[in-house]
């Protein structure tokens, strides 16, 4: 590990002024301190914001839901308002890393985390994440795990988050604190893609802390739930996963929210497939046919081309499970 200072901000004000002169935010820790360890993170100042006030889970005047950054994600998963209103987000933090992990980690933190590419995480192996200009080495190397949506040609690495997908499909907003003030931002624009500078990874300015993550209110009721395919059946990221959020009226799918984790570059919002249900009855061949759409525009490398099937199978189950087999 990298030598670094650390300093404990106390209030937001101190931390922003931290934040300005090039510290760096750490929140649970959960992440960051590794990637320190293995020295793909030489950040030189340290400063902890946990003792912020921006824990609390809170109902906007409209309805929707805002969970501050520094919320445990194992606190929002419990939350009862996040269990009524917004099951998905719930389930997509409850088949995240482990219990231990979401005792200490935040909703901020999960969404900034790091890809979980092992060639990004070998300081030794070529990464333009880690190193611009260096190369890919997953291009020609192992890339089962990697994206199929969203790639670059430098670089095909995945978001590695559960959460984030959940958010992406319900469109929440990220809230943001800098010196010039607050902003938000939408969260499809929030997390960026890799394109030709694969190092940028969110439209974060310098020293800018988010504050909350805002889920706008949705037509009631809102079924949902999230599902997630991988190699094992705990502690392990996703292969694929779907996050689904459908609002029937009537017999008839009036709003349809879809997103898919494990296979894009960022969390792979899908209104292909949200199209395709909006105005229809639920049906098993409704849900068959809308996933078909769901890997539309993939790109498959040499070891995941397994994941284009798994991906509309995963869709298709999950949008059964919510909706119905009528
Ligand atoms: C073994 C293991 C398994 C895991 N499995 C999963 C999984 O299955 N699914 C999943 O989603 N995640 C998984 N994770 C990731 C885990 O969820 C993250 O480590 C955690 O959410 C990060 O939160 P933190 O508060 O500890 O972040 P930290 O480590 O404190 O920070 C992470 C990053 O976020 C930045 N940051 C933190 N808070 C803010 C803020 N408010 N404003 C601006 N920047 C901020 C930091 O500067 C840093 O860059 C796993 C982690 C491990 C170690
Ligand atoms: S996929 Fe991205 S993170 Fe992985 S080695 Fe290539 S550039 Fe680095």
Redesign the pocket.
């Known amino acids: 590990m990298h030598p670094f200072s650390f300093t404990k901000a106390a209030d937001t004000r101190s931390a922003l002024a931290a934040g300005q002169r090039g510290g760096?935010?750490?929140?649970?820790?959960?992440?960051?301190?590794?990637l320190m360890r293995e020295t793909v993170?030489r950040p030189e100042t340290l400063v902890d914001?946990s003792a912020l006030p921006?824990r609390k889970v809170t109902v906007t005047e409209r309805g929707g839901l805002r969970i501050g950054?520094?919320v445990r994600?194992a606190e929002a998963a419990a939350h009862p308002k996040v269990r009524t209103l917004y099951p998905v987000i719930s389930q997509?933090l409850e088949?995240?890393?482990?219990a231990q992990?979401?005792n200490?980690?935040?909703?901020?933190?999960?969404i900034?985390?790091?890809t979980r590419c092992t060639y990004f995480r070998d300081v030794t192996a070529a990464c333009n994440k880690r190193e611009p200009g260096s190369g890919c080495a997953a291009l020609e190397g192992f890339n089962r795990t990697h994206a199929i949506l969203g790639t670059s040609d430098d670089c095909v690495a995945t978001h590695?988050?559960?959460?984030?997908v959940a958010f992406a499909a319900l469109e929440a907003r990220v809230h943001l604190l800098g010196p010039d003030g607050e902003r938000s931002v939408a969260f499809a624009d929030f997390l960026l893609r890799p394109g030709s500078t694969p190092n940028r990874e969110q439209s974060?300015k310098k020293g800018?802390?988010?504050?909350a993550v805002e889920i706008p209110a949705l037509a009631r009721p809102l079924k949902s739930g999230y599902l997630k395919v991988r190699d094992r059946q705990s502690?392990?990221?996703?292969l694929t996963s779907a996050a689904v959020a459908l609002h029937v009226r009537g017999g008839v799918i009036r709003e349809a929210k879809v997103a898919a984790g494990g296979v894009g570059t960022v969390p792979w919002k899908l209104p292909a497939v949200e199209r395709h249900l909006i105005d229809e009855r639920p049906s098993k061949v409704l849900w068959t046919q809308a996933a078909e759409r769901a890997a539309d525009g993939a790109r498959p490398l040499e070891h995941n081309h397994f994941k284009i099937e798994l991906l509309k199978r995963t869709v298709e189950r999950q949008l059964r499970i919510v909706g119905g087999t009528k």
């Open positions: 760096r935010y750490i929140a649970g820790g959960t992440t960051l301190v590794d993170e914001i921006l950054a520094l994600m997509a088949l995240s890393a482990s992990l979401r200490m980690a935040t909703i901020g933190g999960n900034m985390q790091r590695p988050s559960d959460v984030a974060l800018e802390l988010i504050t502690y392990e990221f996703a």
